[in-house]
């Protein structure tokens, strides 16, 4: 089993930047993949970034360029955000996968990001 703990979330002007965190603890030598999804009110779960253990980075063409994933030896991993839009406002949270490369066995609760002036 994988526990996977979010932080770093809050409230931020458009334009501004924020840095999740996501804590990985239990077996997380097992870990192959990670990713950070993302839901809105009123809408589905929506794919943000992914990571692979050998460094391999995928990301959603609405936040390519403005958001930077990254992991550590310890299998944390990471959401560096840059020119936020009140469109990025949503729950953000962080999933770990053994096979799959985008997460998806293993989430977070979630923390709550919000863009608004």
């Known amino acids: 089993q994988v526990q996977l703990v979010e932080s770093g979330g809050g409230l931020v002007q458009p334009g501004g930047s924020l840095r999740l965190s996501c804590a990985a603890s239990?077996?997380?030598?097992?870990?192959?993949?990670m990713g950070w999804f993302r839901q809105a009110p009123g809408k589905p779960r929506e794919f943000v970034a992914s990571?692979?253990?050998?460094?391999?980075t995928s990301y959603a063409g609405s936040v390519k360029g403005r958001f930077t994933i990254s992991r550590d030896s310890a299998k944390n991993t990471y959401l560096q955000m840059n020119s936020l839009k009140p469109e990025d406002t949503a729950v953000y949270s962080c999933?770990?996968?053994?096979?799959?490369?985008?997460?998806?066995?293993?989430w977070g609760q979630g923390t709550q990001v919000t863009v608004s002036s």
């Open positions: 999933t770990a996968s053994p096979q799959r490369s985008y997460g998806g066995d293993y």
């Open positions: 239990g077996n997380i030598f097992s870990i192959f993949g």
């Open positions: 990571i692979t253990a050998d460094g391999g």
